[in-house]
C-alpha cells in the first residue's frame, strides 16, 4: 500500500521559510516521479514542482526561483525547500505520487 506522510508546514512571516518532507513507503520510491501539489482556501489543485526518478527537476512558473525541490532515496524522502514565501503560498501542500496523495501538511504565510 503506497502511503506518503508530509510533514514541515507551519505559519510564516512573509519573506519567510519552510522546508516540507515527504516520507514515502510502499513502493520502489527511487523508480518514480515525485510532485508536490497545493491547495489554497477555496481553490482547486494546483501543481507545485516534480523530480524525476532521474533527478530531473521542474517548478510552476508561480514558485520557480523561489521553491526547491530534492530527493534522497537511500531515506524514501522528498523534500521541498520553499523561500521567500508570499501570502498567495498559504494552502495545504501535498505530496503525489501517481494518482496517491498525502493527508497534506497546511502552510499559512500572513503577517
Known amino acids: 500500500e503506497v502511503q506518503l506522510v508530509e510533514s514541515g508546514g507551519g505559519t510564516v512571516q512573509p519573506g519567510g521559510s519552510l522546508t516540507l518532507s515527504c516520507a514515502a513507503s510502499?513502493?520502489?520510491?527511487?523508480?518514480?516521479?515525485m510532485n508536490w501539489v497545493r491547495q489554497a482556501p477555496g481553490k482547486g489543485l494546483e501543481w507545485v514542482s516534480t523530480?524525476?526518478?532521474?533527478?530531473?527537476?521542474r517548478y510552476a512558473d508561480s514558485v520557480r526561483g523561489r521553491f526547491f525541490i530534492s530527493r534522497d532515496n537511500a531515506k524514501n524522502t522528498v523534500y521541498l525547500q520553499m523561500k521567500n514565501l508570499q501570502p498567495e503560498d498559504t494552502a495545504v501542500y501535498y505530496c503525489?505520487?501517481?494518482?496517491?496523495r498525502g493527508q497534506g501538511t497546511q502552510v499559512t504565510v500572513s503577517s
Open positions: 503525489a505520487m501517481g494518482s496517491s
Open positions: 510502499g513502493f520502489t520510491f527511487s523508480g518514480y516521479d
Open positions: 523530480i524525476t526518478s532521474h533527478g530531473g527537476v
